[in-house]
């Protein structure tokens, strides 16, 4: 852990990772275990830098891969509490650029007026089925 990433663990378990706004590395840094159905990289590229054009191939077939949740903080402050075995387990606070890629049950307090962006995996399933509240 350093002042630019935390991986926040229960046991082997990695429950989260978090990205500070002074994140920086050249060239590309992936930060996930590949096993991840999330993948969270960052990009360090100087002007002029071309990655060859190219899509993704679709995936054959998906079993019973976590639901992850990933945050962008634009503006403002969250707090988010993290959740393992459905005890709390430790809290992060994240501010303008901050980010975290969770793969863990949580809870989100916005101290803040606070703009994120949100991204998980699709497609929509409903209130019902996608949250099992604690």
């Given at each position: 852990?350093?002042?630019?990433?935390?991986?926040?663990?229960?046991?082997?378990?990695?429950?989260a990772?978090?990205?500070?706004?002074?994140?920086?590395?050249?060239?590309?840094?992936?930060?996930?275990?590949?096993?991840?159905?999330?993948?969270?990289?960052?990009?360090?590229?100087?002007?002029?830098?071309?990655?060859?054009?190219?899509q993704?191939?679709?995936?054959?077939?998906?079993?019973?891969?976590?639901?992850?949740?990933?945050?962008?903080?634009?503006?403002?402050?969250?707090?988010?509490?993290?959740?393992?075995?459905?005890?709390?387990?430790?809290?992060?606070?994240?501010?303008?650029?901050?980010?975290?890629?969770?793969?863990?049950?949580?809870?989100?307090?916005?101290?803040?007026?606070?703009?994120?962006v949100?991204?998980?995996?699709?497609?929509?399933?409903?209130?019902?089925v996608?949250?099992?509240f604690?």
């Open positions: 852990m350093n002042s630019q990433t935390e991986n926040i663990t229960a046991g082997k378990e990695l429950l990772v978090v990205v500070r706004k002074n994140f920086t590395k050249p060239g590309a840094a992936f930060l996930t275990p590949n096993e991840f159905p999330l993948q969270l990289g960052m990009h360090q590229r100087s002007a002029g830098t071309i990655v060859e054009a190219h993704h191939k679709p995936f054959v077939k998906l079993e019973n891969i976590p639901a992850q949740e990933f945050f962008y903080v634009i503006e403002g402050q969250v707090k988010v509490v993290l959740f393992h075995k459905k005890t709390k387990h430790s809290t992060i606070v994240l501010e303008p650029g901050d980010m975290v890629l969770l793969n863990c049950g949580h809870e989100i307090t916005f101290e803040k007026d606070t703009k994120l949100e991204i998980k995996q699709g497609p929509y399933r409903g209130k019902d996608e949250k099992e604690m």
